[in-house]
């Protein structure tokens, strides 16, 4: 079945360090890709996605390109800030009659300090 | 847009009492998604809908919790007698599937934090 799997959290860094997390996945078909954010207390909000191979998504400075070749859909971010503390969910969504579905990675709380 | 709405936003509840989640999808919106987060388990999908209909129930974790959506601006997940367990942060999530194939994103809900004492 198809599933998604991130790089293992919690990640601490500090303000204007580079961020990368890592997010592969297995799917059948062509998944479209999203990247999701959770703030503390709130419920989870999109960040970006792409939709085909080699696609980038982009938001809030934060970018992740579709790799099929290597089925891998990593986030990316030059300069982190204080504010991007959060949890960050990767997720596919299956082609075909999925009703919608999301499978989800299992998360990546990541920490920024001052 | 206002968004998912979920009520109530905190519910503290005793062993053995009934619980009774709402959820209200975006105007518009064909399909409907109950999450459960713990710290332990993460985001588990419970069950979700489209057009109303329940499509995929599998993750009802046992007979107690049940959802219905009786049209398609109104739905509930409730927990029949809860347990200290039930304790999680319960969202709900609305997307649209569209006729020509497209699925928009899945919006979700601020969360309802269950506790059950």
């Known amino acids: 079945g198809d599933s998604v799997t991130q790089m293992e959290g919690p990640v601490t860094l500090s303000e204007e360090a580079f961020l990368t997390i890592n997010c592969t996945y297995t799917a059948t078909g062509y998944p479209s890709l999203f990247w999701y954010v959770q703030y503390p207390g709130e419920g989870l909000q999109l960040l970006l996605k792409a939709t085909k191979a080699d696609d980038k998504g982009s938001n809030k400075g934060f970018e992740a390109t579709y790799r099929k070749e290597t089925t891998s859909f990593h986030l990316e971010k030059g300069s982190v800030q204080v504010s991007d503390s959060a949890v960050y969910f990767c997720a596919l969504l299956a082609g075909g009659t999925s009703y919608g579905k999301l499978t989800f990675g299992q998360g990546t709380i990541l920490t920024v300090h001052p | 847009d206002a968004g998912v709405i979920q009520s109530p936003r905190h519910e503290v509840t005793e062993m053995g009492q009934e619980v009774t989640l709402r959820c209200k999808p975006i105007?518009?919106?064909?399909?409907l998604f109950w999450y459960r987060q713990t710290m332990m388990r993460g985001l588990e999908l419970l069950i979700y809908f489209n057009n109303n209909v329940p499509i995929d129930d599998s993750g009802m974790p046992e007979d107690r919790f049940s959802a219905k959506m009786p049209n398609a601006s109104f739905s509930t997940l409730k927990i029949q007698p809860s347990e200290p367990r039930d304790s999680a942060v319960y969202f709900c999530a609305s997307s649209l599937i569209r006729t020509s194939g497209g699925i928009d994103t899945q919006y979700f809900g601020p969360g309802t934090r269950l506790t059950v004492l």
């Open positions: 105007s518009g919106h064909n399909s």
